[in-house]
């Protein structure tokens, strides 16, 4: 019996080749057959042409592309190709929000001239490649998510329907390019990445993810994709390919009834993690450990049900509303993107000043509508919760006001990016607004980038009020 090598729903399958016969170290007896994962796809290929098995893997297409966008790469776009194609085409390329990711992508699948998969975070951002694609390409390009089922030799999906994708069509693509790949080590997200045997691997992100966000049972992007093999830094870019930007700090008050409040939850709330020693024990993610024992302990669930009180008087301080009213005033001419944790803050902030407002509860038509009449300038501001921190292009915007929260620093470095994209020789200015002697001052400060610190140059201002 001819023996074969084939791709089957994430898998490759040894056909042939009996249990009793040495095959190599990746593959497993399971269902009378030799199995492994299709990652291991290229690790493959010298074995099965020195045990002449024939291998019937691979179906993706060479592709003819040619650039319909003549623009140039810059210097440190063209030198992120060539260490990526160093890297034997595997790895991950970092740099910041505005830096042109999509348009070295767009390069890389002109240079490897194969079938590709391209995998976004949200629906938003898969519209926004394959429009990309289409004008750069001038070709039909497949798109895979929820009832729109289009595969083509490109094709984009997300990273929820990608599962589907790759377990049936996994072996037509030989590039898969993972946009903002910090979110590729989550369980069920890394598992595309095992599932295809593409040999070429591309990830694009601003924020690339700290090692403990890599283990504990999350995925390792070396394993699944490369390692690091190009990144480029905010201030490196500032000035040239992005625009120029300061950031100020401004601290606000809580009233007399406000603070008495929130003195009294938050005892509530330190005295029971403190007690418990949770940062100890659980180290950063303690307070998901409190949201557990607070299905059962009393204790804990007066604790959580303080803290949300906390963050809840943080979000709506009356000093933060203040602030944004004069800042508001004080850029009436500008584009201003407002950012906020809370859905309820969002909506009273669009009703107190009659400006749109932008969540997940959001339709994509009305949020179609409204980032357009923001680009047109029928808008002058947009209210939003986290839905414009990844890749959403607003490039006229150039004032970011960010009512503090408990996002963190990857957050804060994507709010920055969505007002770095260089219009002329505007400067941009991103606001923080905190209250004093809060957990507001804390997180803000754990939000602040490294490179942030204690850098005052010419192009990264940081001012506190």
Known sequence: MTTSLAFQGGTLVLKGVPQDQAVHPAFQWIKARWRCEAYHYPALTDWLHAQAI?????????????????????????AALDAWENANQLGSIVLPTGAGKTFVAIHAIQRVKRSTVIIAPTIDLLHQWYARLTNAFGIEIGVYYGSEKIVQPITVTTYHSAGDLIADYGNQFKLMIYDEVHHLPAPSWGETALMSPAPCRLGLTATYPEPHEQTAGRWSLDHLI?????????????????????????????????????????????????????????GAGWWRELMRLSAF???????????????????????????????????????????????EIVYRISNRYLIPALTHETKAAERKEILESFQRGRYQAIVTSKVLNEGIDVPEAKVAIVLGGSAGAREYIQRLGRVLRKVGNQQAVLYEIIVRKTVDEGRAQRRRPKADQGDHSRSKLYVDR
């Not at 650039?67 to 063209?78: A, G, K, N, S, V």
């Not at 007399?256 to 659980?282: C, K, M, N």
């Open 297 to 343: 302990d009393e204790e804990a669930r007066c604790a959580l049900l303080a803290r949300q009180r906390v963050q809840r008087l943080l979000a709506g301080a009356e000093g933060k509303f203040a602030t944004l009213d004069q800042l508001l005033h004080e850029h009436v001419h500008e584009r201003v993107l407002i950012f906020t944790e809370s859905n």
């Open 226 to 282: 490369g390692p690091i093999v190009y990144e480029k830094r905010l201030d490196e870019l500032v000035g040239e390919q992005l625009a120029d930007y300061r950031t100020e700090r401004i601290r606000v008050n809580l009233t007399a009834s406000e603070r008495q409040q929130y003195d009294v939850d938050y005892a509530i709330y330190a005295t029971f993690f403190r007690s418990r020693q949770l940062p100890r024990t659980h």
């Open 54 to 78: 024939r291998d019937s893997v691979p179906r993706w297409q060479t592709l003819q592309l040619k650039l319909q966008d003549q623009r140039q790469p810059h210097d440190y776009q063209l």
